[in-house]
């Protein structure tokens, strides 16, 4: 009999045996030398290179290679991780909001409330991606940390001292439109299709892409370590925001207390984290980082409409069945569906 927790550790295995294999030839050279060696591959506003199947912009690769030789992980560290344009800022401010309720309260002087929630959680492997990113090292514990690296990929040691982590996914087609739209407001001159961003995406080359396999490897562990690994789609919180908000908080071990419930807390967090809400706030309307002369990544760029199944404004049901259809495939028999 084919036991899914069974086969999604034994999958989990043979690829830790894989990356061990790759680490000692990569620790030969330096992060950069190494990533000028990868051919780059044309298409999205800037080119992308190919590491252990997945795609990135060179400059972040060479980022992840260092952080993956750098960063020491801690058994109490959170990790939200997810693949660009699946909800990060949602998340992020979820994650806050619950784990430091018993700090901040959810009253008129929360953080949230001046600071985007970009910032207040900073990401493993983009330094510059908040305008007052931290040392992550320098943190206190329990850190609150996030990235869009592959599960593979995360920094050697996050499995075995135990770091938590939540994934969250999105149905593609609406990851795929929000990309597009994020590439071509972020990157000066970008001018990417949609029929282009499809074709791309279908072929699995995209940032963090192929995105079903980045879903697939969060997914196996999830299913293998439900302890360690809690799987959420951005549908489910735009379903039933509250469950989400309790289950959250149960796998981050700040339960809600029968007080916080009958206090409504679960919904007050959902309030303050809510699209309307934060939309509403200045500091993620105006502001922003400048990471290059062609790069700015506005505050408010973070929101476009926040809801479930815009691409049927953007692309075709032909282009969503044919998308549907290879994501299908690719997930078969893993358990995972969108
Ligand atoms: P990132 O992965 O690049 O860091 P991310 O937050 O995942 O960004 O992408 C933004 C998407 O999340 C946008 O989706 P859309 O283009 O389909 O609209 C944005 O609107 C959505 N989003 C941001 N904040 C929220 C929120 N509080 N609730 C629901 N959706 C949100």
């Not at 950069?32 to 060696?37: I, P, S, Y």
């Not at 750098?70 to 660009?84: G, K, M, Y």
Request: proline share 7%; glycine share 6%.
């Amino acid at each position: 009999m084919n036991d899914p927790a069974e086969s999604a550790t034994e999958t989990e295995r043979s690829t830790t045996q894989e990356e061990e294999e790759e680490e000692e030839e990569e620790e030969e050279v330096s992060p950069k030398d190494f990533v000028a060696t990868l051919a780059a591959r044309e298409g999205w506003s800037q080119p992308l290179v190919q590491y252990k199947k997945y795609w990135f912009r060179p400059g972040l690769l060479e980022r992840i290679l260092l952080v993956r030789q750098a960063f020491v992980p801690r058994a109490d560290d959170i990790i939200l991780a997810t693949q660009p344009k699946c909800g990060t800022t949602w998340i992020k401010a979820l994650a806050f909001t619950i784990t430091n309720r018993s700090r901040h309260g959810l009253d008129d002087d929360h953080p949230l409330l001046t600071r985007h929630p970009q910032h207040v959680v900073p990401f493993i492997e983009i330094p510059g991606a908040g305008a007052d990113h931290p040392d992550i090292h320098a943190l206190p514990s329990p850190r609150l940390l996030a990235t869009h690296m592959p599960m593979s990929l995360l920094p050697p040691g996050t499995r075995s001292v135990g770091c938590r982590v939540v994934y969250l996914c999105r149905d593609p087609k609406d990851a795929l439109v929000s990309r597009l739209h994020f590439e071509n407001k972020v990157f000066k001159g970008a001018n990417l299709s949609m029929d282009g961003a499809f074709g791309m995406f279908c072929e699995g080359f995209s940032p963090y892409g192929p995105f079903w396999d980045h879903c697939l490897e969060y997914w196996r562990a999830s299913v293998a370590r439900p302890d360690n690994v809690l799987f959420l789609k951005y549908e489910e919180i735009k379903s039933d925001p509250v469950q989400v908000v309790r289950k959250l908080a149960e796998f981050l071990g700040v339960p809600l207390t029968e007080e916080e419930e009958s206090a409504g807390v679960a919904r007050a967090v959902v309030r303050l984290c809510s699209f309307e809400k934060l939309t509403s706030l200045q500091v993620n309307q105006v502001g922003g980082v400048r990471h290059s002369e062609s790069v700015h990544v506005s505050n408010s760029v973070f929101y476009r409409k926040g809801v479930v199944g815009d691409w049927a404004n953007h692309m075709s049901h032909e282009m969503g069945d044919k998308l549907d259809r290879i994501v299908q495939h690719k997930l078969d028999g893993s358990g995972l569906v969108f």
